[in-house]
């Protein structure tokens, strides 16, 4: 079993929908990233939250420290938004262990 | 404002040839840097990181190697490529373990 599982792997939807993705791990972490992959392989970091909530225009990202789990969610999705998004959490050193994506289409 | 930048961006290699990626961080002192390989269909997997010059971390045993001869360039090499070298090579800096990261666009190797 991975230490980061991210659900779902493949997510499509239409253009406005409200989305969701959720991330899970089983360590005890010290912070939780969530990272945006376009299809040219770049990445870009979104959050970095260790509790609580972060809001970033359409983005919003939770985290539940108890349950060890993490959610990042998009409102009024956008066909831009299509991207594979990345759950990363660091165990206090220097590594951080990634989940392997959720690949999301937005349809116009 | 910080940059970081990383070429070239696409490389074909024979088997057995040697590599050389480097990365570089502009507007910021001492960070932190990192190497991250990305093979087909998997995630993302620290190679190395670096908290000051010439101090390298190693996380998977291979045969890649990672040097800081600046303060602010890191370098991905090998001597031999193999087949399973091939992957997307990302680099990303930090101001320290607390800290978001910034990645770099990347490096699409093809070992043939």
């Known amino acids: 079993k991975n230490e980061v599982e991210q659900s779902p792997q493949n997510l499509t939807a239409q253009e406005g929908e409200f989305i969701t993705i959720n991330c899970s791990y089983s360590?005890?972490?010290?912070?939780l990233h969530w990272l945006q992959q376009h299809p040219g392989g770049g990445i870009v970091s979104l959050f970095m939250?260790?509790?609580g909530k972060k809001k970033h225009g359409r983005l919003i990202a939770t985290i539940n420290i108890q349950e060890k789990h993490s959610s990042l969610h998009i409102t009024a999705s956008h066909p831009r938004d299509s991207a594979v998004y990345i759950c990363?959490?660091?165990?206090?050193?220097?590594?951080?262990?990634f989940g392997t994506g959720t690949r999301l289409t937005i349809i116009p | 404002s910080q940059t970081i930048h990383q070429w070239p961006a696409t490389l074909v290699q024979p088997v057995g040839s040697p590599l050389s990626l480097e990365c570089t961080v502009e507007g910021t002192s001492n960070p932190n840097l990192y190497w991250y390989r990305q093979a087909a269909g998997r995630g993302l997997q620290l190679l190395f990181y670096?908290?000051?010059?010439?101090?390298i971390s190693s996380e998977v045993p291979q045969n890649l190697s990672a040097s800081r001869p600046q303060d602010r360039q890191f370098i991905l090499s090998s001597k031999k490529l193999l087949l399973s070298d091939s992957g997307f090579y990302l680099c990303?800096?930090?101001?320290?373990?607390?800290?978001?990261?910034?990645f770099g666009s990347g490096t699409r190797l093809t070992v043939v």
């Open positions: 990303a800096w930090a101001r320290g373990a607390n800290y978001g990261y910034t």
């Open positions: 360590v005890g972490i010290s912070a």
């Open positions: 670096s908290v000051g010059i010439g101090q």
């Open positions: 990363a959490v660091r165990s206090g050193n220097e590594k951080l262990t």
């Open positions: 939250l260790s509790s």
